[in-house]
């Protein structure tokens, strides 16, 4: 078995969580500069692992575009739910999801919603048949199968795969399966993987195949993302992919992919993977904006400063692929991005540039860089736009920033 480290783990996890869905995360960002901060707070949470913190910034969102942006709330109640069912609330994120389908039945995000439903319902247990006993003997039963001679283990593998038992207990023996020295084992997953009638054990036969890494099973999930027509079950071996390290692959559907959603997840598995060079030959050679600014984005994610640095400072670029870049250098925060922004204010030479820089460094989380532009901005509406900043972040800095104000006020 290949040796999986923890920076792939951790970025298995994140990608399964942050990027699970077709939605892209910056279609339908608020206009309102308050509105939009929450939202990009919302999505670096997220980037996190931080489901709380996310849940927290949705809810506000909802609440300020109730007011100004009322239309737009749709979005606020989906990335809600999403947070939800991040940190297995689920019950509270389907009451989420009828409040969005109930008050916005054209949505664009209803689609994603459905989605979101089948994750948050949890797949219902076929019963274990007789002869096998209660699902925690059957477990046991499982368990020893992985010392058994694997001629005498196989055929009661299948036989639990065949038969009406749970799926939990089906997964399980898909695992003890991939376990067994025997060469027709992965095989057997590959046949779960095609030809499961349950596509959460199908999912499971597939991330069994990339946790294993061998040339053999990646060369199945080759087979089978070339042979499939469904969009979850690509990005699903895709994600398989990432666990399996392998960056050429994911390089190649990122390249060729017809599917814009799946393409976009290969984007962003690039970016889990800190495939900063893939990214960037990838950004060099793709004209469609779209995809540009799914690439700016993983490159946040990977870390790669620099790169957006230069993209941000390109005049020759589209103002909406800069402004992408400045935000991805927020993401990318302690590597270098938050470093970047500092410089960058001075050069962003209008609104919209300027304030990505301060959305950047909001989420960054680097106040200490905005109340120094702060304290050197040489107009009000410049002071005002970094004040509101400051207060959106609030921490010491932005109250000794309040405090130095009222003082200047209160003297005569």
């Known amino acids: ?17 942050n990027a699970a869905f077709a939605a892209n995360e910056g279609d339908m960002a608020p206009t309102d500069t308050a509105s939009n901060r929450l939202y990009w707070q919302g999505q670096a949470a997220l980037k996190k692992s931080d489901w709380s913190t996310a849940l927290k910034r949705f809810t506000e969102l909802e609440g300020l575009l109730r007011e100004k942006e009322p239309r737009s709330a749709d979005a606020a109640l989906y ?48 019963p274990v048949v007789a002869d096998i006993g209660n699902e925690e003997l059957a477990e046991v039963a499982l368990e020893g199968l992985m010392s058994a001679p ?96 392998r960056k050429d692959l994911v390089l190649a559907a990122a390249r060729d992919e017809a599917d814009p959603a799946v393409r976009a997840h290969a984007i ?43 993209i941000a400072t390109d005049a ?32 962003a030479n209008t609104p919209a540039l300027r304030d990505a820089v301060l959305q950047g460094l909001l989420v960054a989380d680097d106040s200490e860089a905005v109340l120094a532009l702060y304290r050197n901005a040489r107009t009000v509406d410049e002071k005002k736009a970094l004040l509101r900043t400051l207060t959106t972040m609030g921490d010491d800095a932005a109250i000794d920033a309040i405090e130095s104000e009222l003082d200047k006020a209160d003297k005569p």
């Open 1 to 17: 078995m290949k040796t999986i480290t923890v920076r792939l783990l951790a970025a298995a996890v994140a990608l399964a969580a």
């Open 79 to 126: 990335w809600e739910a999403y947070a939800l069912v991040q940190a297995k609330r689920s019950n509270e994120a389907k009451s989420v999801l009828d409040r969005l389908r109930r008050e916005f039945p054209q949505s664009r995000w209803s689609k994603d919603a459905d989605a979101l439903v089948q994750q948050a319902t949890p797949a219902t247990a076929k």
């Open 150 to 245: 694997a001629e005498r283990a196989m055929p009661l593998l299948k036989k639990v795969l065949k038969g009406p038992y749970s799926v939990k207990l089906k997964k399980r023996a898909l695992f003890v399966m991939s376990q067994l020295d025997d060469s027709h084992g992965l095989d057997d997953v590959v046949e779960a993987a095609k030809g499961a009638s349950d596509p959460e054990l199908r999912e499971e036969a597939v991330r069994i195949l990339g946790v294993s890494g061998e040339d053999r099973a990646i060369e199945r999930l080759r087979e089978l993302y070339a042979g499939s027509k469904d969009a979850r079950e690509k990005r699903q071996i895709l994600d398989a992919y990432l666990v399996a390290d």
């Open 268 to 310: 962003q598995t690039l970016g889990a993977l800190d495939a900063s060079a893939e990214l960037k030959q990838l950004y060099d050679v793709t004209q469609d904006l779209p995809n540009r600014r799914a690439i700016v984005e993983a490159l946040g994610v990977a870390g790669n400063s620099s790169a957006l640095a230069a």
């Open 316 to 347: 020759k670029q589209p103002e909406e692929v800069r402004i992408a870049a400045l935000h991805a250098l927020g993401v990318a925060g302690d590597r270098g991005g938050a470093t970047e922004l500092r410089k960058l204010y001075a050069s």
